[in-house]
């Protein structure tokens, strides 16, 4: 095969739009429903409910935004420890400090790379006092809810879930961000659906979402004047973001066809190599195949170190790693990206507490000094990366993505 730059380039995930979005916006600016209410806004809450399967859905301005709101509800003071999934992005994470709250991160399973059910038991064993869970489900596969969930209930926690990569995916029939009390999805761009941006909180308890309405509403209170008796919030979605939102819904179940087939091209494409796909609960889940994976076999892995900022590695025959692949796929016009840096490994977070499954009972802060400590985070960190997963990537160009990799490992 010949290889040659593609001519456009292939993005990670890039915004599909189909036509109906630019009619939604344009009713809205017809009508004059410019601001944050209006026909979309009731619309797409009414879809996400049914989609969905949860009760409420509030339309705010972002998925953290959501978060946010529901680290609020679920009642996280400051100083409150939180336990947190760590092999997420930052923004399942920052709403829990926005509230004051100390986040401890849970390590990964290698099921399907998120929190690990023994990990979180073993956090409850340290801090028996915790009483809310952030879940978040990576790269659109649900994690594994009915171990998390029992090991929370055991506990009297609360759930938060983090669905802003997984919306769409299901666990035994049922969409995740349905399985916490208070939880989140996102429009980013970058998601399987957008609204160019938005997010949503979903709950089954009406009295939750009514605070939410008011409290991304400016708190306002029942009055002839601006009168308030708490903390409010800019936070509602815009009738034209969900204007693009409406238009897109519709089209939620194509793009997870598309991108699951993109999953299973790879897979395919790949065997043979030393390396693996992203894993899933094929028993008892269906993930959204947001993003396509791989992890590359230990002993496959050419030397590659990483400071804060900068990555180097030595090729070798044979072997590869990700910062290789990832250049290699840059220069051929395609957009891959490091597996999300751990929680724990990040600065902003490095002196939290962090509780791995065989930990020896006390949390850890980061002090891999050495580096002969390996958690599993970290681990898939290091030898994972991100494929192009763009819905608009054709099979044509997959082939010369996947034959790029293979040339890696000659
Ligand atoms: C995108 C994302 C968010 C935040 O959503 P925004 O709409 O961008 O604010 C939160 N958590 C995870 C895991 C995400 O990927």
């Given at each position: 095969?010949?290889?040659?730059?593609?001519?456009?380039?292939?993005?990670?995930?890039?915004?599909?739009?189909?036509?109906?979005?630019?009619?939604?916006?344009?009713?809205?600016?017809?009508?004059?429903?410019?601001?944050?209410?209006?026909?979309?806004?009731?619309?797409?809450?009414?879809?996400?409910?049914e989609?969905?399967?949860?009760?409420?859905?509030?339309?705010?301005?972002?998925?953290?935004?959501?978060?946010?709101?529901?680290?609020?509800?679920?009642g996280?003071?400051?100083?409150?420890?939180?336990?947190?999934?760590?092999?997420?992005f930052?923004?399942?994470?920052?709403?829990?400090?926005?509230?004051?709250?100390?986040?401890?991160?849970?390590?990964?399973?290698?099921?399907?790379?998120?929190?690990?059910?023994?990990?979180?038991?073993?956090?409850?064993?340290?801090?028996?006092?915790?009483?809310?869970?952030?879940?978040?489900?990576?790269?659109?596969?649900?994690?594994?809810?009915?171990?998390?969930k029992?090991?929370?209930?055991?506990?009297?926690?609360?759930?938060?879930?983090?669905?802003?990569?997984?919306?769409?995916?299901?666990?035994?029939?049922?969409?995740?961000?349905?399985?916490?009390?208070?939880?989140?999805?996102?429009?980013?761009?970058?998601?399987?659906?957008t609204?160019?941006?938005?997010?949503?909180?979903?709950?089954?308890?009406?009295?939750?979402?009514?605070?939410?309405?008011?409290?991304?509403?400016?708190?306002?209170?029942?009055?002839?004047?601006?009168?308030?008796?708490?903390?409010?919030?800019?936070?509602?979605?815009?009738?034209?973001?969900?204007?693009?939102?409406?238009?897109?819904?519709?089209?939620?179940?194509?793009?997870?066809?598309?991108?699951?087939?993109?999953?299973m091209?790879?897979?395919?494409?790949?065997?043979?190599?030393?390396?693996?796909?992203?894993?899933?609960?094929?028993?008892n889940?269906?993930?959204?195949?947001?993003?396509?994976?791989?992890?590359?076999e230990?002993?496959?892995?050419?030397?590659?170190?990483?400071?804060?900022?900068?990555?180097?590695?030595?090729?070798?025959?044979?072997?590869?790693?990700?910062?290789?692949?990832?250049?290699?796929?840059?220069k051929?016009?395609?957009?891959?990206?490091?597996?999300?840096?751990?929680?724990?490994?990040?600065?902003?977070?490095?002196?939290?507490?962090?509780?791995?499954?065989?930990g020896?009972?006390?949390?850890?802060?980061?002090?891999?000094?050495?580096?002969?400590?390996?958690?599993?985070?970290?681990?898939?960190?290091?030898?994972?990366?991100?494929?192009?997963?763009?819905?608009?990537?054709?099979?044509?160009?997959?082939?010369?993505?996947?034959?790029?990799?293979?040339?890696?490992f000659?």
């Amino acid at each position: 095969m010949e290889l040659k730059p593609f001519d456009n380039k292939v993005w990670l995930s890039s915004p599909t739009m189909h036509g109906d979005e630019l009619k939604y916006m344009t009713e809205a600016y017809e009508t004059n429903w410019m601001s944050t209410v209006g026909a979309n806004i009731n619309e797409v809450e009414r879809i996400a409910c049914e989609k969905i399967g949860c009760r409420y859905a509030v339309a705010l301005s972002s998925g953290t935004a959501a978060l946010h709101m529901a680290v609020k509800l679920a009642g996280v003071k400051p100083g409150d420890k939180v336990f947190c999934s760590d092999m997420t992005f930052d923004a399942t994470v920052n709403p829990v400090v926005y509230e004051g709250g100390v986040p401890v991160f849970i390590d990964t399973e290698r099921e399907t790379w998120n929190m690990d059910p023994a990990a979180l038991e073993k956090a409850f064993e340290i801090y028996p006092e915790v009483r809310v869970v952030v879940i978040a489900h990576l790269y659109g596969t649900p994690g594994k809810l009915d171990e998390l969930k029992a090991v929370c209930d055991k506990h009297g926690a609360v759930i938060v879930e983090d669905a802003a990569e997984s919306l769409g995916a299901s666990y035994r029939g049922k969409q995740t961000g349905t399985f916490g009390q208070f939880n989140c999805i996102s429009f980013n761009g970058n998601k399987i659906i957008t609204g160019s941006s938005g997010g949503m909180l979903l709950t089954d308890d009406p009295e939750a979402a009514n605070k939410v309405r008011k409290w991304s509403t400016q708190a306002r209170e029942n009055a002839p004047w601006y009168q308030h008796e708490e903390l409010g919030y800019n936070y509602r979605m815009s009738n034209v973001i969900a204007g693009v939102v409406r238009g897109q819904f519709p089209y939620l179940e194509a793009h997870i066809a598309q991108k699951k087939a993109i999953y299973m091209r790879y897979k395919e494409g790949l065997k043979g190599l030393p390396v693996s796909m992203n894993p899933y609960d094929a028993v008892n889940s269906e993930p959204n195949f947001w993003l396509s994976c791989m992890l590359i076999e230990e002993d496959a892995m050419c030397r590659q170190v990483r400071s804060e900022k900068e990555a180097l590695y030595i090729s070798e025959a044979g072997k590869s790693c990700p910062t290789e692949i990832l250049e290699d796929l840059m220069k051929y016009n395609a957009e891959g990206r490091p597996i999300w840096k751990p929680m724990h490994m990040q600065p902003i977070y490095r002196m939290h507490g962090f509780v791995t499954r065989d930990g020896d009972g006390r949390a850890r802060t980061n002090a891999y000094i050495d580096g002969s400590v390996v958690d599993v985070g970290m681990d898939i960190f290091n030898r994972g990366l991100c494929l192009p997963s763009d819905n608009k990537m054709t099979p044509e160009q997959q082939d010369m993505i996947i034959e790029v990799i293979r040339r890696c490992f000659e």
